[in-house]
């Protein structure tokens, strides 16, 4: 694993939804996240895809630093036994402490909230705020409404055809940890090289 990609953090589901395949692969992407001696950072909750795959990091000794708005932890109920659980005071400081402890980040499945972090994410890279992996897990065809949007978007213009390279999509969970040991090394680049 290179040096650089020490933490990644995942953004996925509250719910489980209704193909437990998602779990599975939370699970699995959990377990590897520690196996491959990164970090876990996530939303600190303990329920759905969230709940899962911090409990495979931490059933194979990984480290996990969730990261949770206060107002949220009578929501999402923060995962028990979880060492390392930041409350912040806003959603807005919960995404930019995620954003500031990561290396790299890959989505899982997940409703509007994770299609939120998502798009974030891949539009701060856009604007050259920075060079991190983003990698979209498409497990049980997940992914493809939101990648023919983006599509959609690329064809009518809105959208540049180059911006294809702010992210990577990986078919299961293997192929998303495989991308990140490929990954190189974040560079800086002006902001309108990114547009
Ligand atoms: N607007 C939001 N910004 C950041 N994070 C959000 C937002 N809305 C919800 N979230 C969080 O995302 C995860 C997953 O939510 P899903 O709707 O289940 O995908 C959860 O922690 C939400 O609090």
Same mark, same amino acid.
């Given at each position: 694993?290179?040096?650089?990609?020490?933490?990644?953090?995942?953004?996925c589901?509250v719910?489980?939804?209704?193909?437990?395949?998602?779990?599975?692969?939370?699970?699995?992407?959990?377990?590897?996240?520690?196996?491959?001696?990164?970090?876990?950072?996530y939303g #600190?909750g303990?329920l759905g895809l969230m709940g *899962?795959v911090a %409990?495979?990091? =931490? @059933?194979? $000794?990984?480290?996990?630093?969730?990261?949770?708005?206060?107002?949220?932890?009578?929501?999402?109920?923060?995962?028990?036994?979880?060492?390392?659980?930041?409350?912040?005071?806003?959603?807005?400081?919960?995404?930019?402490?995620?954003?500031?402890?990561?290396?790299?980040?890959?989505?899982?499945?997940?409703?509007?909230?994770?299609?939120?972090?998502?798009?974030?994410?891949?539009?701060?890279?856009?604007?050259?705020?920075?060079?991190?992996?983003?990698?979209?897990?498409?497990? #049980?065809?997940?992914?493809?409404?939101?990648? *023919?949007?983006? %599509?959609?978007? =690329? @064809?009518? $213009?809105?959208?540049?055809?180059?911006?294809?390279?702010?992210?990577?999509?990986?078919?299961?969970?293997?192929?998303?940890?495989?991308?990140?040991?490929?990954?190189?090394?974040?560079?800086?680049?002006?902001?309108?090289?990114?547009?």
């Open positions: 694993m290179p040096k650089h990609i020490r933490s990644v953090a995942v953004f589901g719910r489980a939804g209704t193909d437990p395949v998602h779990l599975a692969a939370a699970r699995q992407l959990g377990a590897g996240i520690a196996e491959a001696e990164m970090m876990l950072v #600190g303990g *899962a %409990e495979g990091a =931490i @059933a194979k $000794g990984g480290r996990v630093h969730g990261v949770i708005p206060e107002f949220l932890t009578r929501v999402e109920r923060p995962f028990p036994s979880l060492a390392e659980l930041e409350v912040t005071t806003s959603m807005h400081t919960r995404k930019t402490r995620m954003f500031e402890l990561a290396d790299a980040f890959i989505t899982l499945s997940g409703g509007l909230g994770t299609l939120d972090e998502t798009v974030e994410i891949i539009t701060w890279r856009q604007l050259g705020l920075h060079d991190k992996p983003v990698i979209i897990l498409d497990i #049980g065809g997940w992914a493809q409404p939101f990648l *023919a949007l983006i %599509e959609a978007l =690329i @064809a009518q $213009g809105f959208v540049p055809e180059s911006n294809r390279r702010l992210y990577a999509v990986a078919p299961d969970v293997p192929a998303a940890l495989r991308m990140l040991q490929a990954a190189p090394a974040p560079e800086t680049a002006a902001p309108a090289e990114r547009l």
